[in-house]
Every structure is written in C-alpha cells, then in structure tokens.
C-alpha cells in the first residue's frame, strides 16, 4: 500500500521551480515541485516546503520568496539545486541573478519567469509548512515552455523518497 500510495502521489503532475530567499548577506535557492496557484482574486500561490529543510526557516524569517519557474531549456536549475552540491546556506553563486525590486528576493536569470512573494499566512500540514503568498512582482524571462515532472527522471514525493521511472514507466 505504501509504494502504491507513493506511486500515485508521483503521478500527480508538477511545474519545477526553484524557490529562493534572502537572509543578510546570504541567497539561498531550493528544487519544488510542490507549488500552485489557489486564488485568482486576490492571486495567491502556495509553496510546500519540508519543515526541516534549511529553506523553512529563512521563508519564515524575510516574511517572503522568489517563485523561479524553470523552462525546459533551464534543466541545469534543478540539477544543481536538487543536487547534494547545493545544501548548503549560500548556495547561488554558480548563476547569474539579481534582487527583486521590492521584497529583495533573488531572482534567477535562467527562469522562464520569476516572481517575488510575500508570504501571507502559513500553515504546517503534516511534515511541511505552506506558505500562502501574493505575487508582489514579477520577470518574464526567455520563451520557454516549463519544465514539468514529465520531463525528469524521478518525482520528489517527500521526506528523502523518490520515485523513478523510465521511458517505458515506473521502477
């Protein structure tokens, strides 16, 4: 039952991002897949993130966030971010980027798009905290279409889990 349940969490389709924050001197940046729009009047977004990831905190801290959607043609995004090169606290410096106007989140130059967030509430559900924001600003960058779950190799269903699959399905 455990793997089933696994298995179709993973078959939930997803956009990849990169959410980004950041604390003094220091920008961080994160892989999600587990982000959505869940209002249109006022636009609000969520963000799902592990209440023991390193990210957790700062997005509580700066009260905000950068929403980095990947495009297809961003794909070193999350390798590098989704990689064990990237744990660390001051993690940005292998890409370009630059501070959002007005909440002065990081935003990366290799995303499709990216959006500044200011958190409006939070919530903790089971092993991960949600962070309801607005969009404050936002950077369109190259024309791309996003990078989805589809188009990687494994799917994050949470804690340290993943699952795989292959050209001719699941593993």
């Not at 969520?46 to 990210?55: L, P, R, Y």
């Not at 995004?77 to 007005?102: C, G, Q, V």
């Amino acid at each position: 039952m455990e793997k089933d349940i696994a298995r179709a969490m993973a078959a939930l389709t997803t956009g990849i991002y990169v959410l980004t924050v950041a604390d003094g001197s220091s920008c961080h940046g994160m892989s999600s897949s587990w982000v959505t729009q869940v209002s249109g009047e006022p636009p609000l977004l969520i963000a799902a993130v592990d209440t023991s990831h390193f990210t957790n905190a700062l997005i509580r801290r700066a009260g905000a966030f950068g929403l980095n959607i990947v495009g297809a043609r961003g794909k070193a995004l999350e390798d590098y971010f989704y990689s064990p090169a990237s744990r660390r606290p001051n993690n940005l410096e292998p890409f370009e980027f630059t501070m959002s106007p007005h909440l002065s989140v990081p935003w990366l130059s290799a995303a499709l798009i990216s959006i500044e967030a200011r958190v409006a509430q939070s919530y903790v559900a089971g092993d991960h905290t949600i962070f309801i924001a607005e969009p404050v600003g936002i950077r369109i960058g190259a024309n791309d279409r996003p990078l989805t779950s589809l188009d990687l190799d494994y799917v994050y269903v949470g804690g340290k889990e993943l699952v795989s699959r292959d050209r001719r399905g699941w593993r």
